[in-house]
């Protein structure tokens, strides 16, 4: 008999992790951090559900931090299994993984240094080393290649839109088949391409991160220009937090559109994540994974200045004239943005732009539910910037994408489980689906 659990995304958008067993066999699909309230942070301090030892394989989506960033701990603790992930993913995933080992022995380093934290001394969860070990196990497989996994499994991945290398997984084991969406991307995206359908299966695991949203269907290039010309117009510094791997490179797209149509262009761009611009070189090496060539590639990745080093970042605070600095993390929970809302937001001529799903309890969600300061490095900080939320450049499907993505199967599944969504999202999406698709 095959059971499936989900520990982590229940209720929660972070934290992605769901067990198949069967006996005692087990395979993990994905193993994701959780991350904003503390009470959901606190549960990456939790002993894994299952002894990590006893799990036979891992099936990774995609790369995003809340869908693999507990991958370190888990090797660490104990599993000895393969990592299945598409080629991209595999290499997204070293760039997340080593950063958030770095940050996290960052974090550590700063709180016991200056003396905030309660838990003395403050530990990171794993550091770089433990990220490198999560890395090695890594086992890469192609998009739509059947795969046996742990035996008698079969694993096929199909493209997911979303992010570079994103997929989803279709698990046939023990005579049923298992279809897990990951996050699911856009349609018509500029940047990536359709999530492809599933025919077949007889379960679906289904995110419903915008399971109660429709994206506003405003073109996003207007909905950036009109903000950023305000900002630019009264001397203000444009800050976008931004997911290191996938918006970061889909804002420069855009940018780089209005550039080339003749707009902002005295207005310098600074990309200043080490992480953001490695993914942006990894997104020209892996063409067959969005819908830019080669050359709209390169003219993209080339409208920024780079900033990798911290020094590089804190002269970007010091210059005086405007600017859009895009930096991570996209929900301002870490990394060098915080340094840039710290040093912005208390300034009204400025404008914090978010551009993807801010998770409850991230100082992105309470800046954007229009908190007048947040708290970062044990202390507070006031927001008197514009703060602005552009979802629709989003790299999730709204409710009807995810609607339109099952509605690809051929026979309607036997049953649809809907998860990673707070629990309006899901409880909407649970509506929505059977009143149109009557499962
Ligand atoms: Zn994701």
Excluded at 137 to 157: K, M, N, Q, R
Aim: net charge positive.
């Amino acid at each position: 008999m095959l059971t499936l659990t989900t520990d982590g995304a229940a209720g929660t958008v972070t934290g992605s992790r769901h067990l198949l067993t069967r006996g005692n066999q087990r395979i993990l699909i994905n193993c994701g951090l959780f991350q904003g309230f503390k009470y959901l942070r606190d549960l990456n301090r939790a002993p894994f559900p299952v002894e990590p030892g006893s799990i036979g394989a891992v099936v990774l989506t995609h790369a995003h931090l809340d869908h693999c960033g507990y991958l370190p701990k888990l090797v660490a603790d104990g599993f000895r299994g393969p990592i299945y992930a598409t080629p991209a993913t595999r290499e997204v995933a070293e760039i997340i993984l080593r950063d958030s080992g770095h940050i996290q022995e960052k974090e550590a380093e700063y709180a016991n240094r200056k003396g905030f934290t309660r838990h003395k001394p403050a530990r990171p969860l794993y550091g770089v080393k433990k990220a490198e070990r999560a890395l090695q196990a890594f086992v890469v497989v192609d998009f739509h290649a059947p795969t046996t996994i742990l035996g008698d499994a079969e694993l096929i991945y199909r493209h997911a839109g979303h992010i570079l290398g994103a997929a989803t997984a279709t698990i046939s084991w023990a005579g049923r088949k298992i279809a897990f969406s990951g996050d699911l991307g856009r349609y018509g995206d500029e940047v990536m391409i359709d999530p492809e359908p599933v025919e077949e299966a007889d379960h679906v695991v289904i995110e419903s991160t915008y399971g109660n949203r429709r994206h506003d269907q405003t073109d996003p290039v207007k909905a950036l220009a009109a903000l950023i010309s305000r900002a630019a117009a009264r001397g203000g510094t444009i800050v976008i937090p931004s997911f290191a791997v996938g918006r970061a490179q889909s804002l420069l797209y855009y940018i780089a559109k209005l550039k080339q149509d003749g707009r902002f262009r005295n207005l310098p761009v600074f990309l200043d994540s080490p992480m953001a611009i490695d993914a942006s070189e990894l997104l020209c090496a892996h063409p067959d994974d969005h819908r830019m060539c080669a050359d709209i590639c390169r003219k993209t990745c080339a409208i920024a200045t780079y900033v990798r080093d911290v020094e590089g970042s804190k002269a970007i605070i010091a210059t005086p004239y405007p600017k859009i600095v895009i930096s991570a993390s996209g929900m301002a929970t870490g990394g060098r943005v915080l340094h840039h809302i710290r040093a912005f937001a208390p300034d009204r001529r400025n404008l914090i732009l978010f551009t993807g799903f801010q998770a409850a309890g991230t100082r992105g969600r309470s800046m954007v539910d229009g908190a007048s300061e947040v708290k970062m490095f044990g202390e507070w900080v006031p927001v008197r910037a514009e703060i602005a939320d552009l979802p629709m450049l989003s790299a999730h499907a709204d409710a009807d994408e995810l609607l339109r993505w099952l509605g690809g199967f051929s026979a309607p599944p036997k049953r649809v489980i809907i998860v990673h969504g707070e629990p309006d999202a899901a409880e909407a999406l649970r509506v929505k689906i059977g009143r149109e698709l009557g499962g």
